[in-house]
């Protein structure tokens, strides 16, 4: 398997740390890329990017903003979106028809010269694609949630860890200084004992209304989009647009609405905050859901609540109701934070300073890819590691089996991975890929 060589971790720090200020600056790119003479291969680490929508594109401006890294190649099922991102590839690097383009991930694996790629796909294609990407040796970057079911992230992980690659999974919040100042407070014993954590996720969208013809028959495809294999592993169904490019995420064959999509962000930090992140629960309790009648493509919750209990006793109490961001309320103060707010429930606790030997998520100015970037080179843990974020995404999978079901109790064996009881919820826990696709275990 190929791993990268490394600069010494002083050196490349340094280098990433100036990546973005450097941006405008011409990058040191390998020798065989662009068949030119150039600066040693190990003073570089390229980049593959796949889905290359709304997130994926952001994360390509990430990448394409730090010269510590060099994207070479790009992939989308989408040709529209393929041709956008390799022309700003080419005019990042000023260097037309360098990189690569694919309309399938698994070419691009085969790039001869990629360190790693990063994953913005629709999360049902986040499994596959990651464990295709530990298999060939790539470091992976992929956007949250990890996966869209519990043996799929079981199966990332496990993939991750027999690879012994790096992989980030883009819960960017714990990069965020307002949530690390949280997670920090809270690890440290500044808040004395936890009483109660409290965890606001938004509520479900809103939809605009399809006429029955059309949910019947659906509507033709772009020429652009190759749905076949945009559907992937998930069940057939008929191409609309409502069902792609951002509005997957309201359907279960694609995605698991609000509370998957966001469990990642400010659930997470609660669960870091409270030391958690490591464990699954044993239970989900007090769970209740609202689906409404909002749009064809509206299949999840427009509004929920439930409590995640662990095996040492912490409770995340988590509902669409509650105050959006994450709540840490302990014998000797509370912390709130969420985008843009941080309160204190004092002066003297807002202005406490972490000292040098407590735990800490910080290491100077760095963003979650730069950090991403920062592990490939030092071979470190990343802040979100594939095993945190698969049992902080089991969570929402078990909410989610419960609304379903309709059941306001869950037991959860984490050992096995599995329900205790309740075996009308059990089928809302798997998922069920399209032939010819298989997870690979």
């Known amino acids: 398997m190929k791993h990268p060589a490394r600069l010494p971790r002083r050196s490349f720090l340094k280098f990433l740390a100036a990546g973005a200020a450097a941006a405008h600056l011409p990058s040191i790119v390998r020798a065989q890329t662009l068949g030119l003479g150039g600066p040693a291969p190990s003073e570089i680490i390229t980049i593959g990017c796949i889905g290359l929508g709304g ?41 037309p028809g360098t990189c690569a383009a ?124 190759d749905y076949d294999r945009w559907l992937g592993p998930a069940p057939f169904v008929p191409y609309h647009t409502d069902r792609v490019h951002y509005q997957w995420r309201w359907q279960f064959a694609f995605g698991g609405g609000q509370v998957a999509d966001w469990i990642g962000h400010h659930y997470d930090i609660a669960a870091l905050a409270t030391n958690v992140a490591h464990l699954q629960p044993v239970a989900i309790r007090s769970a209740s859901a609202r689906f409404e009648d909002r749009g064809a493509f509206i299949e999840t919750a427009t509004a929920y609540s439930f409590q995640a209990v662990y095996a ?90 419960a609304f379903r079901s309709g059941v306001s109790e869950l037991r959860w064996d984490p050992a096995t991975e599995s329900l205790v009881d309740r075996p009308e919820a059990a089928r809302f826990v798997h998922r069920t890929y399209r032939a010819p696709h298989a997870l690979p275990v």
């Open 55 to 95: 997130q994926g594109n952001g994360l390509l401006g990430n990448f394409l903003g730090n010269a510590a890294c060099r994207v070479v190649a790009v992939c989308d099922v989408d040709s529209a979106h393929l041709d956008k991102a390799r022309q700003r590839v080419d005019d990042r690097y000023q260097a």
């Open 102 to 225: 694919y309309g399938d991930y698994r070419e691009l694996l085969a790039h001869p010269d990629l360190d790693g790629v990063v994953i913005a796909t629709p999360d049902h294609w986040h499994a596959l694609i990651t464990v295709h990407a530990a298999q060939a040796g790539k470091h992976v970057y992929c956007e949250k949630p990890a996966a869209t079911s519990i043996p799929e992230g079981r199966a990332m992980a496990e993939a991750v860890r027999r690879a012994g690659v790096v992989c980030q999974i883009g819960s960017m919040q714990r990069s965020w200084g307002e949530f690390q100042r949280v997670v920090e407070l809270a690890r440290n014993g500044f808040l004395g004992e936890i009483k109660k954590v409290t965890v606001g996720l938004p509520a479900g969208p809103g939809a605009r209304p399809v006429p029955p013809e059309v949910l019947a028959n659906g509507e033709t495809p772009p020429s652009t989009l």
């Open 312 to 401: 040492n006793g912490t409770v995340i109490d988590t509902a669409s109701s509650n105050p959006g961001g994450t709540r840490i309320e302990g014998t000797d103060g509370w912390v709130y934070a969420n985008r843009g707010v941080l309160e204190h429930s004092s002066e003297k606790l807002r202005r406490l300073v972490i000292p040098s030997h407590g735990y800490t998520l910080s290491a100077g100015p760095r963003s979650h890819t730069d950090d991403f970037l920062a592990a490939i080179a030092t071979r470190a843990t990343p802040r979100c590691p594939m095993i945190e974020a698969h049992n902080v995404a089991a969570v929402a999978h078990l909410a989610n089996a």
